[in-house]
């Protein structure tokens, strides 16, 4: 019974590099959810996908980052010509519908570290 | 402006007895909230929801309140144990954009 799965767990980038993020969510769901976490800060909401759609993306900036959640396969986050204000913690929820009252279940998330 | 606010600074709490955390918002109209527990280098872990119209909700010894009125949420521990040492998180569902919305968390501290 896997959880939700987010690989690697620890990524380090030069900058400029790019960073391409991986979420395998729970079995039967089809709803998954990228935040962000810096040191001492809440969870950030950057992007709601639904298996092949961007439903909600207002909380991505509007350049370098992209989110994709495919037919087949995991949701990807990635993150091109990477910078050193984006390192931080970067978590992967799914949910099995959007039910307004749906918990979501995180992965243990990916720490991203620029040098 | 919008805001969701946890305690920052640490909660200290002897075992055995009950630990409170309070979340507060503000300019929200959340159709429910929920609580978290994130440990340190984990990802959230859900633990209950309460919705607007209810006060109170109860999961072992876990306990839950909701007073739209005063805009705050309080989630207690009872007999409280260090393994339930972590950082509990409160999110909200806002109804004006159906964003849910975190706070930054509290750190509990169990003493044995």
């Known amino acids: 019974n896997a959880g939700v799965m987010q690989n690697p767990r620890h990524l380090v980038r030069r900058r400029g590099q790019e960073a391409r993020l991986r979420c395998s969510p729970m079995k039967g769901h089809s709803h998954v959810y990228w935040y962000r976490q810096l040191p001492e800060e809440g969870l950030k909401f950057m992007v709601y996908l639904q298996k092949e759609n961007i439903i909600d993306e207002s909380g991505m900036p509007k350049e370098r980052f992209s989110a994709e959640f495919p037919k087949e396969g995991p949701s990807i986050l990635r993150i091109q010509q990477v910078v050193r204000g984006d390192s931080a913690a970067y978590f992967c929820a799914s949910s099995s519908d959007r039910g307004r009252d749906q918990p979501q279940h995180f992965g243990d998330g990916t720490r991203l570290s620029i040098l | 402006s919008q805001k969701i606010e946890q305690n920052s600074e640490a909660l200290n709490i002897q075992e055995g007895k009950t630990a409170t955390l309070t979340c507060n918002y503000t300019?929200?109209?959340?159709?429910?909230l929920q609580w978290y527990r994130q440990d340190p280098g984990r990802g959230p872990v859900f633990l209950l929801l309460i919705r607007e119209n209810e006060k109170e909700k109860r999961k072992e010894r876990l306990k839950v309140t909701f007073d739209t009125t005063l805009k705050q949420s309080l989630f207690h521990i009872t007999a409280s144990q260090p393994a339930d040492s972590a950082t509990y998180l409160c999110a909200l569902l806002s109804n004006r954009d159906d964003k849910i919305i975190f706070g930054k968390g509290t750190r509990l501290h169990i003493l044995p």
């Open positions: 300019n929200y109209s959340p159709a429910y």
